[in-house]
């Protein structure tokens, strides 16, 4: 470097505020203790994800949540129980946790994408992975065993969306913001400030939120670009209109629905669905309120053990 650039650069050192300057960061740690690989996909970039395979029986495939600072880091009880008794893979959605979060097209086909093409090509699982899928996710692992049923054997939906008799999406308000970059983005600095998201987690637990979710929740919401893909979720691109009719009531394989209170998901239509598919059963973990494998733990793992036993289909 010649002299006179290190004068300008002492300048600017000098004039800039500190407060100013782009902080640097150290990459986002893992959400979970687990070797993390990687797979390349055409439509949704490079995806992360854990794996734990040293036990033997059919894979269990764990995707966490869409909010404003997601990851496999919301899913981390059940990677932890279950990772000694059968190989265990949590995914990184595009756009989330230690995935790519390039400049795409966010919507419902691209989450569907990516899952479909985990399961295929990572999880390889002959006649297919047992699935447990948190809140929104739900939605994109039903779409997948009903497009592809060979690739989930049974699927687990944990407060899932698209059960309730209000139609899903964001405020007509949030919608037309989120299509203004500058706003969207200030918007999304908003919700994802610390004190916004332990506000937001706090209404999913009964007790006080889980420290390290809050911690990892507020460290992916300062990643580079994280505002891509939940500004997708605010806008309303990743919900399928009349989820029940054209997802769940399809469904053909063995499905779990655990529940109890959520303030974010509704569930009015769960009996109308087990009148329709006869493949969907319903547990209820109480008291909870969105998250029952953080506060409830053992009763989630035993209502989920006694339905892979049964498999009756």
Known sequence: ???RAMS???LVDRLVPSALRPAERAPLAPALDAEVRHVDTWSAGRLAYYVDAR?????VVLVHGVDAAASSREMAPLFDALRGERPVYALDLPGFGLSERADRVYDRELYRAALRRFLTDVVRAPGGADVIALSLSSEFAAAVACEEMSIVHSLVLVSPTGLGR????A????RAVSRVPYVAEALFRVLAAPPSIRWFLKKSF????????????????KEPFAHRAPLAFIAGALFTDDALQRIYARLPVATLILH???????????????????RVEVARIAPTL????????DATLDAVRRFWAQDPW
Request: aromatic residues 8%; negative net charge.
């Open 1 to 3: 470097m010649s002299a």
């Open 8 to 10: 300008l650069d002492g």
């Open 55 to 59: 036990a033997a029986g059919r894979p």
């Open 166 to 169: 209000e139609p899903p999406g």
């Open 171 to 174: 405020s007509a308000l949030f």
């Open 206 to 221: 009964v007790g006080a939120p889980d420290p390290g979710l809050v911690d990892y929740a507020i460290s992916a919401s």
């Open 260 to 278: 109890d209170r959520d303030p974010y998901s509704r569930f009015d239509r769960l009996d109308e669905l087990t009148r329709q598919n006869a």
């Open 290 to 297: 969105g998250l029952p494998h953080f506060e409830q733990l």
